[in-house]
């Protein structure tokens, strides 16, 4: 089973495994997993997760390294919702001033029949990223 990476406002560092189904019931049950009446996914490419982290965009057939973070499209109209901080660093809010809000996952992008769809992490990918995701958590007060 392919896993992904939740990581909540509060800097918990969670493993999950990828929705099985069609591409519908795959994109529900992220939303759950986003939370907070999620009902719609963004697909965010935020740089430092590729200048920093040292992770790929490239995205491929079999094996794609490609990963990528999941936010709530609708998170900047949600008022209880809070920053994410470790989104907010990846996705340089710092030098733009736009917020991630709320939840967010991270999963594999690969190329199939039905262009590119959201998988679970290649295995060495996300234990890279795992690792890292825990070590920003840490430095930013997360103490799980």
């Known amino acids: 089973m392919s896993k992904i990476i939740k990581v909540s406002t509060d800097l918990e560092v969670t493993v999950h495994d990828f929705p099985q189904g069609t591409i519908r019931e795959q994109n529900r049950q992220l939303c759950e997993l986003i939370g907070n009446g999620c009902e719609m ?4 490419m935020p740089r430092r997760l590729y200048n920093e982290l040292g992770h790929t965009t490239e995205v491929k057939r079999e094996n794609s390294k490609c990963v990528a973070m999941l936010v709530d499209e609708e998170f900047l109209f949600k008022n209880e919702l809070q920053f994410n901080p470790i989104g907010c660093y990846l996705y340089e809010t710092d030098k733009h001033g736009s917020p991630i809000m709320g939840n967010i996952l991270f999963v594999g992008d ?4 039905d262009g590119i769809t959201f998988s679970g992490i290649e ?4 234990n890279k990223l795992y690792e890292q995701l825990k070590q920003l958590a840490w430095k930013a007060g997360g103490a799980k």
Request: charged content about 35%; aromatic content about 16%; proline content about 0%.
């Open 123 to 126: 295995e060495e990918t996300f």
């Open 41 to 44: 996914i963004e697909h965010v």
């Open 110 to 113: 690969t190329y199939t029949d």
